[in-house]
């Protein structure tokens, strides 16, 4: 294979540090610090408990303790801003380009399943994203399903946890509901957790003011937002998919009015502008609504999750426009409802497929210290520096001109959360 790396001298060099309790060297035709600058040839220097304790070039012939990869590329572990890990049981129940309308009422018609098979994709799913180098997770609950898995602290979550009450007269209803659910997310050492409306399309101004005033300054929020043409025509006009969406399930819109505005200026209108606001697709959102928001507040976050776009609309945003107004771009992968894998690398391989002009400097940023920064993680994890426990990867299949290859792939050499992850195949 031509991105074969030395898998016996690797695993053999891991146990024996390990044994004697020594620090791991990894070294690599390139290190992204992500934070400062590529290291050609660099090797990163992890003690026990996997914190780098130094970063630096190999000048030279590379020293024999160092577990080398003359074709990969070091970066830290992955963040996943976007997931709904309670939903893993639905891997293929919804079919793909049915639209976002469609696929709402499929899921909240086809999500029921037994305990027992929940509760078993669920820890599936976590395995696959830590084989797949994602060391974090922004992760979206409507239940308390995925509590038990998160007890256990292979990954490190912030669990959103999202309600709506579709403009009915039971958001008091919807609001204890949330707080059951919020009260019993579990928060190991270094998890976070949000009371978050689900998108401006779903929640009255009444649950927003609700969530308003349960909230305080620097929290982390996440939002749904303008994944379809439908949200906006909704706001602009009160007709479209989503206004017939209410009629087919009995629901009342005799609360909505329209705003003659996009659906952004709704979540603006009702969000604190002191919170880290991530807005999560942003599939239609245009220039003009981006530099708004990011007038709007400074601890604004744009969510890309380009292969659940692909499978849900068929389009991907607008990522020039989001690169032209300095927006702050992170990874996610949303659930397997409306993805094929959970898999950071793989949503870097698909926005590299269709905006090669994107080189994977800019991407491993927006998959690692972008993702961090947005769910207040960068404290130790996103980026290589020393005292930092971010976890390590190496990626394989960087062409020269700095695209991702359609084989290219990925491997954890260090889990910052003890999971053994270098025993994996």
């Not at 946890?161 to 579990?186: K, M």
């Not at 520096?385 to 050499?413: H, I, Q, T, Y």
Request: glycine content about 8%; proline content about 5%.
């Amino acid at each position: 294979m031509q991105y074969f790396e030395p898998a016996i001298v690797w695993i053999a060099g891991f146990f024996v540090s390990l044994l004697k309790n020594e620090m791991q060297r990894f070294g690599a035709r390139y290190v992204h610090t992500v934070s400062g600058e590529v290291i050609p040839n660099g090797i990163v220097s992890l003690d026990e408990a996997g914190i780098i304790r130094d970063i630096s070039a190999a000048g030279g012939d590379i020293p024999g303790d160092v577990i080398f990869f003359p074709d990969g590329h070091l970066v830290p572990g992955f963040v996943n801003v976007h997931c709904h890990l309670e939903l893993s049981h639905m891997r293929g129940v919804v079919p793909s380009g049915t639209g976002l309308v469609d696929f709402i009422g499929r899921v909240i018609r086809l999500r029921q399943s037994p305990a027992r098979v929940i509760r078993e994709q669920i820890r599936r799913a976590e395995r696959e994203m830590i084989r797949n180098g994602i060391v974090a997770v922004g992760d979206i609950s409507n239940t308390t399903d995925s509590f038990e898995q998160k007890r256990a602290h292979q990954l490190r979550y912030h669990t959103f946890v999202e309600v709506f009450d579709l403009f009915q007269e039971d958001t008091g209803r919807v609001w204890a509901q949330g707080q059951n659910v919020f009260d019993q997310v579990p928060t190991p050492d270094g998890h976070g957790k949000s009371l978050v409306p689900h998108a401006p399309y779903s929640v009255s101004d009444k649950l927003f003011r609700m969530l308003g005033t349960a909230g305080e300054d620097e929290i982390v929020v996440s939002i749904h937002n303008q994944e379809t043409p439908a949200e906006d025509e909704f706001f602009l006009h009160k007709r479209g998919a989503l206004v017939n969406f209410y009629k087919k399930n009995n629901l009342s819109l005799k609360h909505f009015r329209p705003t003659g505005q996009p659906s952004i200026y709704k979540a603006m209108e009702h969000l604190n502008p002191g919170n880290h606001t991530l807005f999560v697709h942003n599939t239609l959102t245009r220039r003009e609504e981006i530099r708004d928001a990011q007038t709007w507040s400074e601890r604004v976050f744009w969510a890309t999750c380009p292969n659940a776009n692909l499978y849900i609309e068929n389009r991907l945003p607008d990522y020039r426009a989001f690169l032209d107004e300095e927006g702050i771009i992170a990874i996610g992968t949303d659930s397997l409802t409306s993805n094929w894998q959970l898999s950071v690398l793989e949503e870097l391989k698909t926005i590299s497929r269709y905006n090669s002009y994107i080189d994977f400097g800019m991407l491993i940023k927006w998959a690692t210290l972008h993702g961090a920064r947005a769910l207040k993680m960068d404290d130790e994890l996103g980026s290589l520096e020393a005292g930092k426990r971010p976890g390590l990867n190496v990626v394989f299949g960087v062409l020269r001109d700095g695209r991702l290859s359609k084989w290219a792939r990925v491997k954890m050499l260090h889990h910052p959360y003890q999971y053994p992850a270098s025993g994996e195949s």
